[in-house]
């Protein structure tokens, strides 16, 4: 099932800002180079910088999710995400390189009927701290896309 953003009924905007910890413990390859390396935990909140649904978006005091990666039969590292604020909520989490910062996550959340959708970007900064963006939208159809 594919999102259908035709049927928002309203949204609000957000910022992400907070830490990242590195995974000491699983560095950057050595022949990694530079840019993204989202491996450890990504830690921050959300403030609303506008809103025109009512009532207003729920939000938690704080998100995580953990970046971690494994080797596969080649031995190059796979990366894969787990939300950690509350993992049997309806999520989807991956990191891609750029935004503006060196590492740009998306974390996208649903509620058990699938009408409302937090879409949440922090972005990973060279002194890792996060910044970002986000926003919410209550649908007229289920946004769930499994």
Known sequence: MQMNPLGRQCTAVF???GTFAPDTA???PADGGSGCWPIGVWTFSVTTASNDCTPAPELASQYQFKG???LNEDGDPVQSFTYMTDPAARNIVKVSEGGTGLCEGEVQLFS???LKVWLLKPELNA???ISGDGEYGVFSTNQWPY
């Open 127 to 129: 002194d890792n701290s």
């Open 68 to 70: 971690t990666a494994t």
């Open 112 to 114: 058990a009927d699938g």
């Open 15 to 17: 910022m992400t800002h």
């Open 26 to 28: 699983n560095p950057r």
